[in-house]
Structure formats: C-alpha cells, structure tokens
C-alpha cells in the first residue's frame, strides 16, 4: 500500500486546513487508518485514527473538538481537517495505514508527510 499526503500549508493562528491521504496499490485489504505528527525536536504523536468502515475513530486528547478524520472508501482517501489551529500545531503529519485502529505506531504502512505550519 502507498501512502500519499498532501493538504499541508502556512495558516495563520484560527485558521483551518485539511489534509488528505491517498491510498494505492493494495487498497481491497481492510485497513485502518491514521494521522500522526512530529514537530522539530520532538517525537512523532497520534493525532486521530479511523476504521477500516469508518464506524470507530480515536483522537489525541488535545485534537478533540478541533480534528475530524474522516474517509471516503470509494476514492481511498482519508481526510483531517483541522480547525481552530494554533503554533503548537507545527508539524509534519504522517498518514498511515494497518491492521489495528490503535493509537501507537504499530501501522504497517506510512506516508511521506505533509509540511503544516501555524503562524501567531
């Protein structure tokens, strides 16, 4: 399975953004999906994570209320969008792919990452 993310930019504080998450190659497979980020000097963490059906999500505490993962099964593409952001939301954020709706890493497949940069 490929992983393709893209959706990143430069928001200001407030503002919204969504990310995006194609997936190829192996896309018949039930996979759960999820989002992570890792900010410079710091460990990569769970964002939000979906079901295979779409039916379970999990959020990091600090995300509720403000990301909401989504997927749209016929184009194999999975959604965050990102409101209210704020500086700390400075990032890279990985997409991901596996076998079990987790909050660890323990994803099988993971994608290239997208820049998202929240200015005060």
């Known amino acids: 399975v490929q992983l393709q993310a893209s959706g990143g930019g430069l928001v200001q504080a407030g503002g919204s953004l969504r990310l995006s998450c194609a997936a190829s190659g192996r896309t018949g497979s039930r996979y759960n999906m999820a989002w992570f980020r890792q900010a410079p000097g710091k460990e990569r963490e769970f964002v939000a994570a979906?079901?295979?059906?779409?039916?379970?999500?999990r959020y990091a505490d600090s995300m509720k209320g403000r990301f909401t993962i989504s997927r749209d099964g016929a184009k194999n593409t999975v959604y965050l969008q990102m409101n209210s952001l704020k500086p700390e939301d400075t990032a890279v954020y990985f997409c991901a792919a596996g076998y079990f709706l987790t909050t660890t890493n323990n994803y099988a497949y993971w994608g290239q990452g997208t820049q998202v940069t929240v200015s005060s």
């Open positions: 979906i079901s295979w059906s779409g039916g379970s999500t």
